[in-house]
């Protein structure tokens, strides 16, 4: 069974501090990942990518991929209680058509 | 401005009812997908569709039906056969249908049983 998995949280950071979030999947040969941010009763709203080992950075955002431990990170710098949300992992299904897997959440809460 | 619809915004449905919950894009996009939410959990695929008069199951389609007429539509029918209906159902659309590319979310239907 194809699996993403995620702290489910809360991770509690001050404001300003570096969140970081992490997560495992199983699939070996996945390609894509992705991280998305989701605001209680919203929608999810993609945030980074990420496709090659190394970091990827944008803004406050940093994606991190480590392909040969199966992990994928994402670290929020300077938190702002705005950035208090749940973050959802998602990996592609690696059987050639775009079907993302998600990960549970780790719901992030930044206090001022 | 391009992006997904998806109505109502809150549906209620009666025992041994069947619902249907729209999707519409404006994104031109190819692939469109249908995710259920429950709360503490991730979302999981309930159908998608790569190609017009094209769509496949996902992990949980029992209960469901979907169907692709025109591109830029995607409706998800919750049968009375779903025993479990009460979810936040999120409907999604890429540009492409293979490997590689996120999805853009439209902002959700909340269906309830009552």
């Known amino acids: 069974q194809k699996e993403v998995e995620q702290n489910s949280g809360p991770l509690s950071v001050p404001e300003g501090a570096i969140a970081s979030l992490n997560c495992t999947y199983s699939d070996r040969v996945s390609q894509s990942f992705f991280w998305y941010r989701q605001y209680s009763g919203k929608s999810p709203e993609l945030i980074m990518s990420?496709?090659?080992?190394g970091d990827k950075e944008d803004g406050r955002f940093t994606a991190q991929l480590n392909k040969a431990s199966q992990y994928v990170s994402l670290l929020i710098r300077d938190s702002q209680p705005s950035d208090s949300a749940t973050y959802l992992c998602?990996?592609?299904?690696?059987?050639?058509?775009?079907?993302?897997?998600f990960g549970a959440g780790t719901r992030l809460a930044v206090h001022p | 401005d391009g992006g997904i619809t998806q109505s109502p915004k809150y549906l209620f449905r009666k025992e041994g009812q069947n619902v249907t919950l729209s999707c519409e894009q404006n994104l031109n996009h190819d692939a469109m997908y249908w995710y259920r939410q429950d709360p503490g959990q991730g979302l999981r695929l309930i159908y998608y569709s790569q190609i017009v008069n094209d769509f496949q199951k996902g992990d949980i389609a029992e209960g469901y039906s979907v169907s692709r007429e025109k591109k830029e539509s995607f409706p998800l029918t919750v049968t009375s056969a779903q025993k479990n209906p009460t979810a936040f159902y999120l409907c999604?659309?890429?540009?492409?249908?293979?490997?590689?590319?996120?999805?853009?979310f439209g902002s959700g239907t909340r269906l309830t049983v009552v």
């Open positions: 999604a659309s890429s540009i492409d249908p293979t490997t590689g590319y996120g999805y853009t």
């Open positions: 998602a990996v592609d299904n690696t059987g050639g058509y775009n079907k993302l897997i």
């Open positions: 990420i496709y090659s080992n």
